[in-house]
């Protein structure tokens, strides 16, 4: 991989790639200090010291993953941070907190009455705060940067970092149970199933890995190989693991014994939705078209649906429309954040373990930060409907069918650039969306209609979550909201894709 370290000079040892990086981190994020136009804190520092490796099991292949030790990570009680209580126009009531970094956040956890959200791109910090006053209750300092989403399972929560490690904390305390480094660098967040964490990574073969390891100890059951990363995570239902990797292809696994079902190339832009033991995934098609007397290639997306041998069952893709949103967009404003962020971490161009030709070919994505931020069209399956967030429109299918149910089209002012809408949370007959344009919108799942909007005034790409009431997101710029709902059902979508496994 490239790095602002020249190649024969390199030491590429876990630890003094940690500490190199926790260099980067501090000094390059002025350059996005200037693209965002918000202040960023002094880092904290976690204590230094020596990286403990010890060897994987000899059944694990290369690169599957070291356990580390404590030398670099600490745990602190009640840290301050800046919360803020607000009231939108419609009088509802919120919080919001401002994060050390000012960094874009994932799609946090909200989980008996906790609230876990790690730092953003490029931060070292996983945080847990009070779900009902946003009110810090303890901060893990990461031995390495840009935590992923938070998955909660059992009393436990497992992300991982960017940069290279596999964490799984005790929910309530905060303390380590256990630490993997896997490899650098890692874009999509793990899912939890069955007291089992799935979780993809480069192995030392310079391929990927899929690797399924136990909940409580980081034991190890077993290890794929796929061809690349997964797009925002793996999928756990039914006793198996599906993943889409960057390239477009989709992969079926056996939970338990890790034998592989099917592994078939598609075209694949999202992350798949398992209902019924099919499989329903957003899929790219190209078309060649004459403009002004020259050949352009013109991109579409519509949802496909694959049988359990994972074949391709509908021939004509549903609510298939052109997708601009797929192509690069190399002069935009959120392109220019996302080569920022890549260089805060000390990526001068693009690593060659993250495989990113493959993500700019199929998705339009061409930086390490925009694939770990990426969610594509991935549809949400609920009682038989299939909503998904397609450029600027939001639409619901029959699932057996295909059929368009409604298709509702979203207006939003200053998009910096990017795909405009997270894919849609559903909670007691209601989705909502985020949006680049930095509102949260709610409509009526089963109408399209647009209930309300509340513009919290910075972009948001992240799938929100909805909790006892309550809807919690973050931003581009490093702020958690939390904002009552309106709805006292309003409840159950507790993380990105609903649940630990990603398959509400």
């Not at 981190?25 to 965002?36: R, W, Y």
């Not at 059951?221 to 292809?249: D, F, H, M, R």
């Not at 694959?306 to 190399?330: C, F, H, I, M, P």
């Not at 061409?366 to 009682?383: D, E, M």
Request: include cysteine; proline fraction near 5%; charge should be negative.
């Amino acid at each position: 991989m490239t790095r602002n370290t020249p190649r024969n000079t390199r030491n590429t040892s876990p630890a003094s790639r940690v500490m190199r990086r926790k260099f980067l981190i501090v000094l390059l994020p002025l350059v996005l200090i200037a693209l965002v136009g918000s202040e960023t804190d002094d880092p904290l520092t976690p204590e230094s010291g020596e990286m403990q490796v010890i060897e994987p099991v000899p059944q694990v292949a290369s690169g599957a993953g070291d356990l580390i030790g404590d030398g670099m990570e600490s745990l602190e009680r009640n840290p301050e941070l800046d919360v803020k209580t607000f009231t939108a126009k419609d009088g509802r009531k919120g919080w919001k907190v401002k994060l050390e970094r000012s960094l874009p956040l994932p799609t946090p956890a909200v989980v008996d009455g906790r609230v876990y959200v790690g730092g953003g791109f490029g931060s070292y910090e996983f945080y847990a705060l009070d779900a009902s006053s946003g009110k810090p209750l303890w901060l893990f300092h990461c031995a390495d940067d840009g935590p992923t989403a938070a998955v909660v399972s059992k009393g436990y929560v497992a992300f991982n970092t960017e940069s290279c490690i596999l964490y799984v904390l005790d929910a309530k305390t905060g303390k380590k149970i256990w630490g993997r480094w896997l490899g650098d660098p890692l874009m999509s967040q793990p899912a939890i199933a069955e007291e089992r964490v799935v979780m993809a990574y480069p192995d030392q073969r310079g391929g990927h890995s899929l690797a399924c390891m136990g909940l409580r100890d980081g034991s190890q059951y077993w290890t794929q190989s796929i061809p690349g990363e997964v797009i925002t995570a793996p999928v756990i239902a039914e006793g198996k693991v599906y993943a889409t990797t960057l390239e477009g292809s989709v992969h079926c696994f056996d939970l338990s014994t890790g034998k592989k079902i099917f592994s078939k190339e598609h075209q694949a832009t999202s992350a798949p939705w398992v209902w019924r033991g099919e499989i329903y995934v957003s899929l790219r098609e190209d078309s060649e078209r004459v403009v002004g007397g020259e050949s352009k290639t013109v991109r579409t997306e519509g949802q496909g649906r694959l049988t359990k041998a994972g074949l391709r069952d509908n021939k004509t893709l549903w609510a298939k429309q052109e997708a601009e949103y797929l192509n690069v967009e190399s002069g935009s404003r959120y392109a220019s954040e996302q080569a920022a962020l890549d260089a805060s971490v000390g990526f001068t161009s693009a690593p060659s373990a993250a495989k990113l030709a493959q993500s700019e070919a199929n998705l339009g994505i061409a930086s390490v930060s925009g694939v770990w931020a990426y969610q594509g069209s991935r549809p949400t399956l609920i009682h038989g409907v299939s909503y998904s967030s397609m450029g600027d429109t939001l639409k619901a299918l029959e699932a057996e069918s295909g059929k368009v149910i409604w298709t509702s089209y979203i207006q939003i002012k200053d998009s910096p650039g990017g795909r405009p809408f997270s894919p849609p949370s559903y909670a007691a007959g209601k989705l909502y969306i985020g949006a680049v344009s930095g509102e949260i919108i709610c409509l009526d799942a089963e109408t399209g209609h647009e209930l309300w909007r509340y513009a919290c005034g910075e972009p948001i790409r992240f799938q929100p979550a909805i909790a006892e009431g309550s809807i919690y997101w973050g931003t581009d710029y490093g702020s958690l909201f939390c904002l009552d709902a309106k709805d006292r059902n309003a409840h159950g979508w507790l993380m990105w894709g609903g649940n630990a496994q990603h398959n509400f």
